[in-house]
């Protein structure tokens, strides 16, 4: 019971919070339901109830498991999947019971990873079954059991479950990356075989690392899947800057990459039709453009302060409930509830990138900074799609978007950040001396 | 690593503002024009079965309002005359959005301004109903005099009170019954939409302020006004010749009298006979390209002007002849240019310049006007639906000046004369002081036809009294037709509907 009394100031935060957050979640709840029926939800009270307990069994693992974890990590995934799952529910109830089922695996993932990883330097010991679990995840699509969906053979069907293993995958290699870049980390950045201007590591070191973000990038190529291509792309890229702590690494790799996007564009359709709909949507708004027409028009009618949950028309932007969620956050919440949403992921960035700071041993420090990577340039890829700052490349809004596979590979992800953010403390000390004493984290 | 982490914080956290930005410009700056974008349906899905008030004329006849309705949607949008508004009111369509009156009042209609929507916020006890019906200032009788009058010839009539720039009649041909494409039953909408699209005439193109034709000879009271403006005539001085042709400058090609007639005299006198020898020499010989441009630019031309029915088309003259070659006319007080030929001919309202209906019955207004363009409208009046109080009254605004108003009176007179003796005698009416132009142009004869659009501009008051109304009538070139003559053919039309307003 010792450790249940040691991080209590965090743990008593974090329970204030996600109060606070299934508050917010039930309130958005009736308005939606208001919005769209005219009346108040009869399971408002069993609604509240589940939301609150979920979290609350989630937030009673945390004070035993990593009771001196950051306590703004938990309440902030549940206020983002819990908005999401309104919006969901307010688009589609069949979408929404499926994701409300997630949502308890999530969570369940959550626990459990928490209960099995007790120390993150433990994962060191299986890279190379990770290695070999994520490329395997990644190639799965390709095999008899694939699926293609709207053009993209990401999915693999298990009985009646359509999942998209590459969510799983790229926590697979986010791990390998940060224990094999710590490992051979001084091999990359004394870096004696030399290429014109640049110095890089001998071959044979860089092997692995080459092969796991080569066989990715072409599987993900294969597979029509810009948006996760480009997400495993940044994730090495800045884990290799971060572990080597050479910034040439990490421009010539964006130099490489405008060359291949380049490439990508004149050779493939698909990238074309991607890239003339951000350019010029107007071109051609009933087809390729379409998705990014409909989706500036429902942000533009949602103004500073939205529709109202429930009475904009997100429904006309295809995969309101996926890729496009925050288009319909920003119809019907307007600039107000879509800000709210980015400082949510800011502040999540921010506590995932303060593990990292906070990270005693190299590899942990690494893998944080890789994961809160993931959710940071997920989420800003999808979002500058949506919003037409980049070109759309469909990934999920992370815990807000529907989909199963995203979900519970964000929860994963989550309990590893926990983690990482609870072994800041020496454990030596049996208690916090006052002068370690952090302010409060709601403040 | 702490350094990058931190550095990698930074970069994250500046991309994000990046999207804080551009929410900023989708969300907020640049939303009204996303809303107004014709492809957004978004409103009209919202309003679409909602309570919307209804449209009237001047004199109180419904020409749009919605019935209830059993099915998916709870309210259907009819239009009880038919083809007769559709011009002025538009559709209002699930699929295809709003167009017309529909739309750039949709927000009073639906219950959406402001106002409105101030006064629901406090209308804790009322039934909800904010939606405001909307009164037209066109009178029923001037609109069916119009259809009466152009029947089913290609063709416009605009006409419109030059004092306060209330239109009183607008109607084109061929037109539509905007039902067929406001009906809830979607597929017969979305056939009735095809259907229209593809239809000879294109009539969902509104042919009086959508789409333009070259004025020909009702542009000369521009020339004219601008060759007084710049004193480089008077009514009376100097006397052109007499003579059949008019040798372009710079070339070898002569520019015809209509029906190759020997035309000349004073400028009155010369507009009466709407003689082409002496305005496309006045034009190009005695104006010069610049005095000729700013004119027609003050009367309107190269602007949409800014008018309730949207999506207005920008009616256009040259605005550049090329550089100039000094004096080499025999007669030229202005400098001769290189395109002074195509200035010539833009001086009678052919070579480039191309006008809506509705601007040339803006050219009439202005002058009968005093020189003073009013802006042109056709909604007077937006009122509360349940109660009738006035929300919105829409008030006389100047929209150009385009002649000084001694210009405009002289100008006026010579329009009188047209009318007392010259080609438009057919508008003479005892009892009323009527002024007109009118035209005959040519449209592209590289096919050989000598096909021409009929056109008049008029004015018209009571004897002694200022101009209580002023038109434009188009008849539009038939393929093959042949020539007609703006006073033989739009004429009557013009007569009609000054009989309708006056009697």
Not at chain 1, 207 to 213: D, E, I
Not at chain 2, 33 to 52: E, I
Request: net charge negative; hydrophobic share 45%.
């Amino acid at each position: 019971m010792k450790a249940f009394f040691v991080g209590r100031h965090r743990r008593n935060g974090e329970l204030i919070l996600i109060i606070l957050g299934g508050l917010v979640t039930t309130g958005a709840y009736v308005l939606a339901s208001l919005g769209r029926l005219s009346s108040i939800p009869a399971n408002v009270g069993p609604f509240l109830g589940v939301v609150l307990g979920l979290f609350f069994v989630a937030h009673v693992a945390t004070r035993f498991l990593a009771p001196e974890a950051d306590g703004l990590l938990l309440p902030l995934a549940g206020l983002l999947n819990g908005l999401g799952y309104v919006f969901i529910a307010r688009l589609n109830d069949e979408l929404a019971g499926q994701q409300a089922l997630w949502t308890f695996l999530g969570v369940g993932l959550y626990v459990a990873t928490l209960l099995v990883v007790r120390r993150s330097t433990e994962l060191e010991r299986y890279r190379y079954t990770l290695l070999l679990i994520g490329l395997g995840l990644l190639v799965l699509p390709l095999s008899p059991v694939g699926q293609t969906i709207n053009g993209s053979r990401i999915w693999v069907r298990i009985g009646p479950v359509n999942f998209q293993p590459g969510e799983f995958a790229k926590v697979a290699l986010a791990i390998f990356f940060a224990s094999y870049l710590i490992d051979k980390r001084e091999l990359f950045r004394a870096g004696t075989w030399r290429l014109g201007p640049l110095r890089l590591p001998e071959p044979k070191h860089a092997a692995p690392v080459l092969l796991a973000w080569g066989v990715s990038l072409i599987v993900m190529i294969s597979q029509k899947d810009l948006g996760t291509s480009l997400l495993f792309f940044m994730l090495f890229l800045i884990m290799l800057w971060v572990a080597t702590e050479r910034l040439a690494y990490l421009l010539s790799g964006l130099a490489l990459f405008m060359v291949g996007a380049y490439v990508a564009w004149t050779q493939f359709d698909h990238v074309q039709t991607r890239v003339d709909g951000w350019l010029n949507p107007w071109a051609d708004p009933r087809g390729g453009g379409f998705q990014v027409v409909e989706a500036q028009f429902g942000l533009a009618s949602g103004g500073i302060t939205g529709t109202g949950p429930g009475r904009g028309y997100p429904q006309r932007v295809p995969a309101a409930e996926t890729d496009f969620i925050f288009a319909t956050v920003g119809e019907e919440l307007g600039l107000l509830g879509a800000t709210a949403l980015l400082m949510a992921f800011v502040l999540m960035i921010g506590s995932g990138l303060r593990a990292a700071l906070g990270a005693r041993r190299p590899f942990s420090k690494l893998l944080a900074t890789g994961l809160t990577g993931l959710l940071g340039v997920q989420a800003f890829i999808i979002i500058a799609g949506v919003t037409r700052v980049l070109p759309l490349t469909g990934v999920t809004l992370p815990f807000v978007s529907y989909g199963g596979s995203s979900l519970l590979a964000n929860y994963a992800i989550l309990a590893l950040l926990v983690r990482i953010s609870d072994e800041q403390i020496d454990r030596a000390a049996d208690a916090p001396t006052p002068t370690r004493r952090r302010p409060k984290v709601a403040a | 690593m702490n350094r990058q982490i931190r550095q990698l914080g930074i970069a994250l956290l500046l991309l994000f503002a990046l999207l804080f930005a551009r929410l900023n410009w989708v969300q907020v700056f640049a939303a009204e024009s996303l809303t107004a974008d014709p492809l957004n349906t978004r409103r009209v899905v919202r309003d679409f079965g909602q309570r919307r008030g209804t449209i009237f004329t001047a004199d109180g006849l419904p020409v749009a309002q919605s019935a209830e309705i059993e099915g998916r949607f709870a309210r259907e949008r009819r239009y009880p005359q038919g083809p007769l508004y559709s011009d002025v009111t538009g559709y209002f369509s699930f699929e295809f959005g709003a167009t017309g009156i529909e739309r750039s009042y949709n927000d009073e209609l639906a219950g959406h301004s402001a106002t409105q929507r101030f006064e629901s916020f406090f209308d804790f006890f009322g039934d909800g109903d904010v939606s405001a019906d909307v009164t037209l200032t066109i009178t029923s009788e001037m609109q069916e005099a119009a259809a009466n009058a152009l029947g089913d010839r290609r063709g416009s009539v605009v006409a419109l009170d030059p004092r306060t720039g209330q239109v009183v009649a607008f109607y084109s041909w061929p037109t539509f019954d905007p039902s067929t494409i406001s009906t809830t039953n979607l597929d017969a909408a979305r056939a009735a939409k095809v259907l229209l699209d593809d239809a000879p005439g294109a009539p969902l193109l509104t042919t009086a302020h959508r789409q333009v034709f070259p004025p020909g000879s009702t542009f000369k009271v521009i020339t004219a006004a601008s060759a007084l403006e710049n004193g480089v005539v008077t009514p009376s001085s100097p006397v052109f010749p007499e003579r059949v042709n008019y040798q372009l400058p710079l070339t070898t090609v002569t520019l015809q009298n209509y029906g190759g007639l020997t035309c000349g005299g004073d400028l009155a006198r010369s507009l009466a006979l709407s003689c082409n020898t002496t305005f496309a020499e006045l034009g190009a010989e005695y104006l010069g390209p610049q005095p000729m441009i700013a004119t027609a630019e003050r009367f309107g031309f190269n602007n949409a002007p800014p008018f309730d029915i949207p999506l207005s088309a920008e009616s256009r003259f040259p605005s550049d002849f090329g550089a100039e070659l000094g004096r080499t006319g025999q007669t030229s007080l202005a400098q001769i240019v290189e395109g002074s030929s195509s200035l010539a001919q833009a001086s009678i309202g052919q070579f480039d310049v191309r006008a809506t209906p509705l601007q040339m019955a803006l050219v009439a207004a202005g002058i009968a006007n005093g020189g003073q363009i009013m802006e042109p409208h056709v909604v007077g009046l937006v009122t509360d639906s349940t109660d009738g109080a006035i929300i919105e009254r829409i008030e006389p605004s100047p929209w150009r000046d385009a002649l000084a108003p001694e210009v405009a009176a002289t100008t006026a007179n010579m329009m009188v004369q047209v009318v007392k003796d010259g080609t438009a005698t057919v508008l003479e009416r005892g009892n009323l002081t009527v002024g007109a132009k009118t035209g005959t142009a040519e449209i592209d004869t590289s096919n050989g036809g000598d096909d021409t659009h009929a056109w008049v501009i008029a004015f018209a008051g009571p004897t002694g009294g200022e101009a209580e109304l002023a038109l434009a009538v188009l008849v539009e070139a038939v393929p093959g037709g042949g020539q007609q003559a703006g006073g033989a053919v739009a004429g009557p039309i013009a007569a009609a509907m000054i009989d309708a307003y006056f009697n």
